[in-house]
């Protein structure tokens, strides 16, 4: 099936929120977080998740790019560009799971790196989780090195007994 890379438009922020949420199921350092530590706030990971989406749609929106099979949105990649330090940045790719092993991710991927090369920049980064086997497969494949490896913490914040009256 043909796949077209093409730019993001607003009207589409829920469908890549949707494929978001079932692609980092098991692999995004929010549902660590709840698994450890339970709903935070009155909200689940999923929603969590999603919502560095809207940080990437208000950073740059121009910089977001969506597959698309037969008029329907079967994967997304955010992007930005730091022209000072010269490197892009992919925040977030996704593809949907129905669509998945059809070489969209690294279609995705490579249409990023194209426009990260036109804006003149040097570097392109992306990170992944240790538990993401098709992120630390993919992104070697396609010409990305570790150069670091970074550990999270979290700690529930409880009220200090010391301190009430």
């Not at 706030?41 to 969590?48: A, V």
């Not at 955010?78 to 996704?94: E, F, K, M, V, Y």
């Not at 998945?100 to 991710?105: P, S």
């Not at 993401?132 to 970074?150: D, H, K, M, S, W």
């Amino acid at each position: 099936m043909n796949t077209v890379i093409r730019p993001f438009q607003p009207e589409e922020l829920a469908r890549i929120k949707e494929i978001t949420v079932a692609a980092f199921d098991g692999v995004s350092i929010d549902r660590n977080i709840e698994d450890r530590f339970g709903p935070i706030g009155n909200h689940n990971w999923q929603w969590r998740k999603a919502r560095h989406l809207d940080e990437d749609a208000a950073r740059d929106p121009a910089g977001i790019y969506v597959a698309e099979q037969s008029g329907q949105i079967v994967g997304y990649i955010t992007t930005w560009c730091d022209r000072q330090a010269s490197i892009g940045h992919i925040p977030n790719l996704a593809v949907d799971q129905r669509w998945r092993g059809q070489g969209i991710g690294r279609q995705l991927i490579n249409h990023a790196l194209a426009a990260f090369r036109t804006a003149g920049l040097a570097l392109a980064r992306i990170e992944t989780l240790q538990q993401n086997e098709i992120g630390r497969t993919l992104y070697p494949e396609l010409g990305f090195e570790e150069v670091a490896r970074q550990v999270h913490y979290c700690m529930a914040l409880q009220p200090d007994s010391s301190t009430t009256h």
